[in-house]
C-alpha cells in the first residue's frame, strides 16, 4: 500500500514539476537592477538638455549641467562666442568653508539663483542663510548683506494675481471677483468687488484645490496690457449632470461627487466672456454668442489693452471664428471664418496677433496639411506664408523688426522621422521657408532676446543628446557639454532600435521602437510586447534620447521585445488624411496597423515569436490594449488595460465630440402662438468594448484606480460585467485611492504587470507562489 502510494506521490509530483517548468525564466533581478540606476537612479542624473537663464537683459546667459561628477555652473557670451565655467567647484567649496567653517562637498554644489552685476564680473548667490558675491575676474569671494525679502504668508503666493504695472491684484471670494491695491508701492489695499453674480458652478474662483469660503482664492481672470482692463472666460456648469466616485479609505466610505459631460448631452458648460474695467468698477458681459453651446477660447490683447482677440468654436468643432472685442464698446468683430471638416484639430492650432491686430497669422488644414496665412486686421487674406505636402508646427519665435517667424515644421525631408521637430523660418509678407536645423534628429529650440541665436538641443532614441549654440540661420557658434554615459553602457544599457514597416493598407510607412533585453541573445526566440496610446491627438512613440521611457526599458529586460509603433490616426503631425483616419471608428482604428506591424517584424526577425503577442496600454492605450485582445484574440494572447476609457458614450464630451464625431439636429418648434424658434439636439454612438469582450480568448488584465475623475471606474466595471456574462476568465486590480494616475501604487501596478506577462508569455508562474509582490528570485 506503502509502495503505490510512494509511486502516486511521485507522479504527482513530477507532474506538478512538468506543468510548473517555464518556457523562459523572467529575469526580474535584471528588470530591479535597470530601475535603480535609469528611472530617478543615479545615472539618470546626467543633464540631456539645457535651461538657460539670460543674464540682466542680454543675450548672455548662464546654465547649470548635472553629471555624475557633480553640478557645474558655464557663463556663456554669444557674440563672443564662448562659453566658461562660472567658478572651479573645488575652488567655491574651499572659499564657502573658509567663510562658513562648515563642509562644502564641491560634487554637492547646488545654486538656483544668481544676481549678476550691471558689467556681469561679479553674482551674488545665497548659500545656506547667508549671501554672496563672487567676482569672476579675481575669483574671490566674500560675504555681503543679504537682501530683505517682503515675509509672506505661504498661501499669498497662490492667489496674487498682479496687474501688468504691479499696482493691483486680482484675486476671488466667495466665488466673485476683487481688486485691491499693492501696499508695497503705496496703493490703496481696500478690497474692491467687481463681480456680484459668482456662485458654485458659476464661479470667477479656481478651485481646483477646493473651496474656501471668505478666503482669497486665485483666479483665471487675466488682466489686459493697460493694467485696467480685465477678461474672463465663465465656464456655467450649473446645469451639468452629477457624476460620482467613492472615497474608499476617508474615516467612512464617502460619496465624492463631480460634474461632468457626456457626449451628445443636452445640458453643457456655456462659455460667456465677462469684460470687467478696474476703474469704473463693471463687470459685463460681450454679446459672442453665434453657436449653441459654442466655445471660447482668448489668445491676445491689444498693447493698449483696448481689444481682446477670441476665438469661437462651434460645438461639432468643424468651424471656427478669429474675433475681436472692444473692451470699452464691447463690439464683436468677427474678422476671420474658417470650415474645416469633419473637425478642426483643437490640439494643433494656432492664431498669432501682431501689431495690435493689424496682422493675424492663422494656422489652417485648408490644404490638407496645416500651414500659415497672413490676415490684415480686417480678416482679409494678404499672402500664404507656408504651403506644401508637410506640416507646419506652432510658432516658437517672432522677429517683429524683421517680420520674421520662425517655427517647427514636420515631414518637409522624406529621409526623416515626419515627428521630428525641425526648425524652420518665414517671412510674413511672402509665401516660402528655410529650414534652420538640418540634423537628422528630434530638435527642441529656445531663442534668446535677441532673435539672433538659438540654442537647439537634438537626439533621437539611438542617439545620444547634443546641444549646439546656433545663429538664426542655423550656423553653429559652440557646442555645448555632452552628457557623460560611460557608466551606463557599463552596467549593460542599451540603446532602442528605430524601425519603419507598413500600416495595413501596405502603403503608409510607420515609424517604430523598439527595445530588446541587455542580455539579449539573436539565437534565442522571444515574446513581443506591444506598448500603445493611439492619440488620436497626439500618440506615443518616443522620439528623442531617455534612459528609460514608460516601462519600456524594464520591461524589456524581463525577457521581452518592446515596441511602440505608430498608428494612422494618431497625430496631426503628418496632415489631415492621415490624422482623420480614426474619425468616427475610435475604438477600431488603430488595431489593424498594430496587429501588421508585428506580423512584419516577425518576418524579418527570427528572434520574435509571433505566437507569443502581448499588448499593454494606460488611458486611451487602456481602451486599445482591451479592443485588441478582443478583436483579434488568436493573435494577441496577453492583455493589461489600465484605466481605459472602455465606452466613449461616457467619456468626456469635447474629446468623444471632436474625435469621434457628433450630430447635430435642428427643430423648428412652434409655441402656443405659433412662433417659431429653432432647438438644436446632438447624437453621438461610439461602439464600445463591453461589445466585443465575448470574442477574449487569452489573458486580459483590467486595472483601475477607484478615484478616478478622469475616466470613471465605471468604464472598466462595464467591461468586467461583459466579460462576466460572457462566462470569461480575466484578471483585474482595483487601486484604493487611486485616481487616473496610480500614484505610490505605481510600482505594485508595475510588478504585477510583469508577472502577468511573464506568466502568459515566458511561462513562468513562479509568481504564483510567491507571497511578496517585491520578490525577485
Known sequence: MGYKIGILLALFVGGLVTVAKPQQLA?????????????????????????????????????????????????????????????????????????????????????????????????????????????????????????????????????????????????????NLYVKGNKELGVDTTEVQLTFDGMPLYTYADERDGFYPDREMSTNARWCKDSRHVYFVMEDER????????????????LVKYKYEYPGDKHVTQNELVIIDVVEKTARKANVGKWPDQYIMVFSTSSKGDLIFFERTKRTWDEVDVCSVNTSTLEVKELIHEVDKPYRDVHARNVEVLNDGKDILFRSERTGWGHYYHYDGNGNLKNTITSGAWVSGHIVAIDTLKREIYFYGYGGDPKMDPCYYQLYKSHIDREGVTRI?????????????????????????????RTLLKDNTGKVILEFPKPDLAQVYAEGWRKPERFVVKAADNVTDLYGVMWKPSNFDPEKKYPIVSIVYPGPYYGFVPTNFTLDNSYCTRMAQLGFIVITVGHRGDTPMRGKVYHRYGYNHMRDYPLADDKYAIEQLAQCHSFIDIDRVGIYGHSGGGLMAAAAICTYPDFYKAAVSCSGNHDNNIYNRGWGECYNGVKEVEKVVKDSLGNETKEYEYKFSVKSNAEIAKNLKGHLMLVTGDMDKNVNPAHTYRMAQALIEAGKDFDMLVIPGAGHGYGSADKYFEKKMYRFFAKHLLGDTRADYWGDINRNK
Do not use: C
Open 27 to 175: 529575469n526580474y533581478e535584471l528588470v530591479e537592477k535597470f530601475n535603480a540606476f535609469t528611472a530617478g537612479g543615479k545615472l539618470s542624473e546626467n543633464s540631456f538638455g539645457l535651461h538657460p537663464r539670460e543674464i540682466n537683459d542680454t543675450d548672455n546667459f548662464w546654465f547649470d549641467y548635472r553629471t555624475s561628477a557633480g553640478r557645474f555652473y558655464y557663463y556663456v557670451t554669444p557674440d563672443k562666442g564662448k562659453q566658461e565655467l562660472l567658478f572651479d567647484n573645488d575652488e567655491m567649496a574651499m572659499a564657502l568653508s573658509e567663510l562658513t567653517r562648515e563642509r562644502v562637498d564641491p560634487k554637492g554644489l547646488r545654486f538656483y539663483d544668481f544676481k549678476f552685476s550691471k558689467d556681469q564680473k561679479s553674482f551674488t548667490f545665497e548659500h545656506g542663510n547667508k549671501a554672496y558675491e563672487y567676482n569672476r575676474i579675481t575669483r574671490k569671494l566674500k560675504e555681503v548683506e543679504k537682501e530683505n525679502k517682503k515675509t509672506m504668508d505661504e498661501y499669498d503666493y497662490l492667489y496674487m494675481n498682479y496687474s501688468p504695472d504691479k499696482k493691483y491684484i486680482l484675486f476671488a471670494k466667495n466665488h
Open 239 to 254: 446645469k451639468l449632470q452629477d457624476f460620482w466616485v467613492i472615497n474608499s479609505l476617508s474615516d467612512k466610505p464617502e
Open 437 to 465: 536645423t538640418k540634423e537628422d534628429a528630434q530638435h527642441q529650440v529656445h531663442f534668446l532676446k535677441s532673435r539672433r541665436y538659438f540654442i537647439d538641443s537634438f537626439s533621437r532614441v539611438d542617439m545620444e543628446p
